[in-house]
């Protein structure tokens, strides 16, 4: 096995020559590698079903336990608090398949014993976790940022788009009902509506109604003249969507 974190070889074995005691040994006997992919559910406008978008893998966490023994362990050891301490991202490479694409870790956790009955031996707990530097997304993760980016935008401007359609297709139209003072529809008069759209002359139908169908922005003069009404005259105004008013009718 090979596990090194900047300069420190955790597996090693040191001696001064093949038949010389050995100065230092260092070994691990267990390594835990965890690490997450994320993965977020879109919704697909204007369809029932949704996709799965894979976000890209949260950086890996690995823990190490080791330990350390003979006269220069209490250096090595030293040397790791050391790495523990700065806080500072420090590079790492491994055989250990899980951990292959790490390449740069921070020493989160720390922890050291030494070994009761021999002050040269040492075990250690150390957790590190992957780092990017400047905040750098993981693998996938920037690239999957960027396509949800691209699909939020494309729904605004399709969003955008379509109301702006709807608006241009609004139709409106103008509509004026004649009741008399006790709520009675009042058909067969002849009511004139005077626009944009010129001057428009009609009868009530039998509901009471004379109607400019597709009626241009702007204001209208309504009037009937006749004697059991006397001179009414109203106005109203069409206005599109999002001025503040729609098409306006009046009664008398």
Known sequence: ME???DDI????RTQSSATSPLSEVRTVYDVHVEGRRSIVELKVPGSSGNVLQDMGREPITILVKGEVWGPDAKTTIQALRA??????SAPFSSDLLAAASVSEVIVEEFEV???AGNPTRYRYLMLLREYKEGGQATEGEAAGTDEV?????????????????????EVHDVRVQLRDHSGNLIPGVEVTIEGPDGTHKAKTDE???VVVKDAKEGKYDISVSEDRFGDVKVQVEVKKKGDGAGTEGQGV
Do not use: H, I, T, W
């Open 9 to 12: 070889d955790l597996v090693k």
């Open 3 to 5: 596990v090194k974190l």
């Open 149 to 169: 980016q691209e699909r939020e935008a494309e729904e605004a401007s399709a969003e955008e788009a379509a109301a702006e359609a709807a608006k241009e297709g």
């Open 207 to 209: 509901e009471g109604y």
């Open 113 to 115: 014993d030494q070994l």
């Open 83 to 88: 790495k523990a301490d700065s806080g500072e």
